[in-house]
């Protein structure tokens, strides 16, 4: 099911932004560890099926998808989404450099040799937790994450703020993303966008990998 699309190479890039989780490490397994040991102690049914529509989307919005319509008090979202973030957190302080996922790190350091500047565009509040528990912090240039912006993918709003720190415009810039609402989101600023993850994911990219194992920049970058 590889829909590497050869021939479309990207040109004059000065920038590449990176979403966080599911692209740079799995922690959308954590995600939904953390999800389901909530929904179990609420009982409430949630399954790896329900925890897909929430990659890419905010703690609160994600609480909501999970709560299925059940209505919830404001105190009782904040209680909620404080117990989801601290077993997340549990599972954080396993992390490692490790967790890496494969052909990342590779392909880092090749975007670094090539001048391009690296950005790091997350709705997550735990975004530089998790990037200095994978020892990234030396290859990032600057970081948009959950605290950024307020409107949140699809919008494009935290990639827009990325690329103004790091100085670059969306038509010299891709991003990175295992998200639909990630994807339209990099869309709707008008950057390039490589999907990672399956087709019916992340299809309306302009490249799709299935991962970045054995990727190369210049798989996706020409001169
Ligand atoms: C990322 C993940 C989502 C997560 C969101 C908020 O976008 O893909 O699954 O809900 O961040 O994460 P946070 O760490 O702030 O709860
Ligand atoms: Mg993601």
Redesign the pocket.
Known sequence: MTTVDRNMKFKNIKGIIF????VLTN??EY?YKAWKMLADELGIHFDRNI?EK??????K??LEIMLAGKVVSEKEIKRL?DI??NY?NDFLTQMNPDDILPGVLELLCETRKAGIKIGIG??????KT?IDKLGLESFVDSIS??FSVDNH?PAPDLFLHCAANLAVSPENTIVVE??ES?VEAALNGGFWVVGLGPAERVGKAHIVFPSFENVKLRDFIGN
């Open positions: 979403d966080l989780d599911g922690t959308s995600h925890n929430l990659r890419g989307i905010p703690r919005e994600s989404m989801k973030n997340y997350s709705s997550s509040k735990n975004a998790v994450d959950g993918k295992d998200a990630g």
